[in-house]
């Protein structure tokens, strides 16, 4: 179906990304919603950032998150509604991919292994406690 803009972000440093490589320096990323559509079914490609960075720019230590407009209202101007999705797909537990899960509350989440231990470790803090509650874990062969 398409590409639909699910925020920026201006990252302070680099090097977070790639130790020792280009310490200090700034980068800039887009993080972008996939809607798919296959075998009669929708299913996105990671959730950006959370509607609510439209309304108000997230800033921390690492950067500065921004959204030109809600994943909600542009899932509305294609006419999908977050109960038309079949399945939630997550390439990994970064706020930029992860930010609209509670948007779908049904669907089953697809997601590697490895970043769902991680995202549930004791200590870390999930994005997943009020999103979809059927999971369904990957392992990379």
Request: charged residues 20%; glycine residues 8%.
């Amino acid at each position: 179906m398409g590409v639909m803009d699910c925020g920026h972000n201006a990252a302070t440093d680099q090097s977070r990304r790639s130790p020792g490589v280009n310490v200090g320096t700034s980068i800039e990323f887009s993080d972008n919603f996939y809607l798919l559509y296959h075998n009669a079914q929708w299913f996105p490609w990671n959730t950006g950032y959370p509607d609510a960075v439209a309304d108000k720019t997230a800033t921390n230590a690492i950067g500065t998150a921004t959204r030109a407009k809600k994943l909600a209202a542009q899932l509305d101007e294609v006419k999908v509604k977050p109960a038309d999705i079949a399945f939630v797909t997550i390439s990994h537990t970064h706020g930029g991919h992860t930010g609209n899960i509670d948007l779908f509350p049904t669907p089953m989440l697809l997601i590697w292994k490895a970043e769902l231990d991680w995202a549930l470790a004791p200590g870390e803090s999930t994005p997943f406690e009020k999103g979809p509650v059927n999971m369904r874990a990957f392992w990379r062969s």
